[in-house]
């Protein structure tokens, strides 16, 4: 099975800068990521909006886009561990952020295909 955290979107938490930083307790390393997130959604950010303990959990620290992803809010809805899992993989808000290529594109991919052969139980609802 594998031992990584994959986000709804595809995002492996367990090798997200925000996760391992939170992990470890960096506070500098949040601090920078939080100055770059802002940056990159136009909102001011700070450290602790930038912990994470990974974005499946209900509980936990969660960077705070968590609260506002629609793909998190989808898969969540749906009850699927990550987009892969889901019968309409790939839609169009998966298709929209996860290009074709990109790295969370071919996580989600490689769950598919595994779930697809059976290499991978689905979830039990």
Do not use: W
Request: net charge negative.
């Amino acid at each position: 099975m594998d031992e990584r955290i994959v986000a709804t979107c595809g995002i492996v938490c367990s090798e997200c800068d925000a996760y391992k930083a939170t992990q470890s307790n960096d506070r500098e390393a949040l601090e920078k990521m939080a100055v770059e997130a802002g940056k990159q959604l136009g909102v001011e950010m700070t450290a602790d909006d930038t912990m994470c303990d990974g974005c499946l959990g209900s509980s936990g620290r969660q960077i705070s886009y968590c609260a506002v992803c629609a793909i998190r809010a989808c898969g969540i809805e749906n009850l699927v561990e990550n987009c892969a899992h889901c019968e309409d993989y790939a839609c169009e808000r998966i298709e929209a952020f996860a290009k074709p290529g990109s790295a969370h594109r071919r996580t989600l991919d490689a769950i598919r295909a595994e779930l697809e052969c059976g290499e991978v139980e689905p979830p039990q609802s």
